[in-house]
């Protein structure tokens, strides 16, 4: 069975940091490229980075480059999200979701349409 297991989230300070942690089971991450997204209360899910299946790419929203960076453990069958210089907007439930949607092994988009299993999420508040 397919399972997506977020953790890591909490509450930090402006310009504080958090590193979330996708824990997938009943697949390898070989085959499947790996998003993550949020929510904002009021707001539509959004796409926030993504990683290929080969690992070799990522790509990330225009909001979040310089500041998140994506990465992988293929023998821990996990994604990260380090989040740094966090803001209060980025203040929102994050998601990690997984799909084979591409082809192409060095692809991955932050589509949500294009993602077919999803974690149950975890809080990330930015306040102080």
């Known amino acids: 069975q397919l399972q997506l297991v977020e953790s890591g989230g909490g509450l930090v300070q402006p310009g504080g940091s958090l590193r979330l942690s996708c824990a997938v089971s009943?697949?390898?991450?070989?085959?499947?490229?790996i998003g993550w997204f949020r929510q904002a209360p009021g707001k539509e899910r959004e796409g926030v980075s993504c990683v290929s299946a080969s690992g070799g790419s990522t790509n990330y929203a225009d909001s979040v480059k310089g500041r998140f960076t994506i990465s992988r453990d293929g023998a821990k069958n996990t994604v990260y999200l380090q989040m740094n210089s966090l803001k209060p907007e980025d203040t929102a439930v994050y998601y990690c979701?997984?799909?084979?949607?591409?082809?192409?092994?060095?692809?991955?988009?932050?589509?949500?349409?294009?993602?077919?299993?999803w974690g149950q999420g975890t809080q990330v508040t930015v306040s102080s």
């Open positions: 979701a997984a799909t084979t949607y591409y082809s192409d092994y060095d692809e991955c988009s932050q589509r949500r349409g294009e993602y077919d299993y």
């Open positions: 009943g697949f390898t991450l070989d085959y499947y490229a």
